[in-house]
């Protein structure tokens, strides 16, 4: 089974600062990566998959990057509606896997 | 407007068994994919099993054998089977259209509690 890294498990930022999440998968799984947000009480929310390509309605400043092993989501200018858990997922392999996730919290 | 609504969670024994409904509103579910995805109280995602419009079905090695996806197009309505169930089943239980992709929508989950 593939396994997903996030790191770091918590990031603390101030508003407007950048934020950059990783994620790491244990074996090459191409551009095959999503990224979900997810708030207290809330279903997840799709934000990036094909590893760069926005969801419908996502703003520009979440981007997404890599390819192979290594991926990155990039938050330019953090907003109150930001803060929340960002997680990654692979879909190259059956079972398709989440990582463990990245919290996101208020500096 | 595209809806999916799960029900049928609950309480339930050890070794009991639970079928968990996603209604759909707004598209086909023959024509679309959908995926189960389980989050336990303070945890993470997990990807649980998926139905494709083809019909081709896959489960995480965690639940197969014991749970059995399946769909009924009359209904236009997807199913989780879930038997032995064991503690470590505890979690909101999602489904979702469509999980990677533009069309992407999640319903709002039912909790399915093991515990005697």
């Known amino acids: 089974e593939m396994v997903m890294t996030q790191s770091p498990a918590t990031l603390s930022v101030s508003p407007g600062e950048r934020a950059t999440l990783s994620c790491r998968a244990s074996?090459?799984?191409?551009?095959?990566v999503a990224w979900y947000q997810q708030k207290p009480g809330q279903a997840p929310r799709l934000l990036i998959y094909g590893a760069s390509t926005r969801a419908t309605g996502i703003p520009a400043r979440l981007s997404g990057s890599g390819s192979g092993t290594e991926f990155t989501l990039t938050i330019s200018s953090l907003q109150s509606e930001d803060f929340a858990v960002y997680y990654c997922q692979q879909y190259n392999n059956w079972p398709f896997t989440f990582g463990p996730g990245t919290k996101v919290d208020i500096k | 407007e595209v809806q999916l609504v799960e029900s049928g969670g609950g309480l339930i024994q050890p070794g009991g068994s639970l079928r968990l409904s996603c209604a759909a509103s707004g598209f086909t579910v023959s024509t679309n994919y959908v995926t189960w995805v389980r989050q336990a109280p303070g945890k993470g995602l997990e990807w649980v099993s998926v139905i494709y419009s083809g019909g081709s079905i896959y489960y995480a090695d965690s639940v197969r054998g014991r749970f059995t996806i399946s769909r009924d197009n009359s209904r236009n309505t997807v199913y989780l089977q879930m038997n032995s169930l064991r503690a470590e089943d505890t979690a909101v239980y999602y489904c979702?259209?469509?999980?990677?992709?533009?069309?992407?929508?999640w319903g709002q989950g039912t909790l399915v509690t093991v515990s005697s």
């Open positions: 979702a259209r469509d999980l990677v992709g533009p069309t992407c929508r």
């Open positions: 074996q090459s799984v191409g551009s095959s």
